[in-house]
Structure formats: structure tokens, C-alpha cells
């Protein structure tokens, strides 16, 4: 798994804040971890800020992210907010929010580019979770509440 991220790290521009990190990416990265041959389940979670519906289920997922901390399963959110207004709008929404993980800050203006690489069911819309482990992969285009999310994790390692 270090050599996952190790790779991973080559393609972010990390910004640091106090307890978490907004890492600037591409599809390269997201691909890796989705194609990751690890025994590790991966939970990628597409959302913004200025996404009504992925504000409410901001916290389910939160939880989610808590539960999982020790364990072989990782949340990865990746936000389509602008990377430039990352000060004005994201990072402050994520310190009023007590929010203690990584981001990924990708070119929103560019996924049109790799869409279908992620998911041939996905529009584009947000929010969208993809679950992947393995090569094994489950995606969902809408929101999800802490049971949903919970039973999906459940069933997915159940397969």
C-alpha cells in the first residue's frame, strides 16, 4: 500500500492545513487506486462545495470515514471544486465542518475528459461514489446516508 501512495504522491500538489490535507490531482491517481490490486477497499467520493445534496450527506460519509479509520477500508474524497478557490470556498468549509482527511482537488474543467474511465454509467453529476477493490467495482450516482453507505461497504466485502 506505501507504494500505492508513494506513486500517488508524485502526482499531487499538497496543500497543508492544520489536520488534514487538500491534494491537488488528476484521473492518473484516481485510476490508480481504483485499479489497485490491494487488499484494501477503496470508497471514492465525487462531491463540492457547491453541491446542495453532497452537503447533506457530508456527514454520513464523515462517519463513515471514522468508523474506517483503522481498518482496510479508505475513503478518498475528491471534490470538483475549482482548485484556484480552494481559500475562498473549500478550505473553509471543510475546517467549519471538522473535517480530518485528505481531499483530492481535481480540474473540474477537465472531466469531461476521463468520465468514462471512472464509470460508463456516470453523467458527471455529483454526487457519485464509486467502491472499488480489487479490480471490483460498484458505482452509485446519488446520495447516500450512513446505512446505505454502511450496507453497501458490507455487501461489496461480502462478494
Not at 460519509?61 to 475549482?82: A, N, P, S
Not at 481535481?106 to 469531461?112: C, G, I, M, S
Request: glycine share 2%; proline share 3%.
Amino acid at each position: 500500500m506505501r507504494t500505492l501512495f508513494a506513486i500517488s504522491s508524485l502526482f499531487f500538489l499538497s496543500i497543508s492545513m492544520e489536520a488534514q490535507s487538500i491534494e491537488r490531482t488528476d484521473y492518473h491517481s484516481i485510476d490508480e487506486v481504483l485499479n489497485s490490486r490491494y487488499d484494501t477497499t477503496y470508497i471514492v467520493h465525487f462531491w463540492a462545495t457547491w453541491c446542495r445534496p453532497c452537503k447533506e450527506e457530508f456527514s454520513d460519509f464523515m462517519k463513515l470515514y471514522k468508523k474506517h479509520q483503522d481498518d482496510e477500508v479508505r475513503i478518498i474524497f475528491v471534490t470538483f471544486d475549482m482548485p484556484h478557490e480552494a481559500d475562498k470556498d473549500l478550505i473553509p468549509y471543510l475546517k467549519k465542518n471538522h473535517y480530518h482527511a485528505s481531499v483530492w482537488v481535481v480540474d473540474a474543467t477537465k472531466v469531461h475528459e476521463w468520465l468514462n474511465k471512472v464509470s460508463k454509467e456516470w453523467n458527471g453529476t455529483v454526487p457519485a461514489t464509486i467502491i472499488a477493490k480489487q479490480g471490483r467495482k460498484h458505482f452509485f450516482e446519488h446520495t447516500m446516508d450512513y446505512a446505505a453507505l454502511k450496507s453497501e461497504v458490507k455487501m461489496f466485502n461480502a462478494e
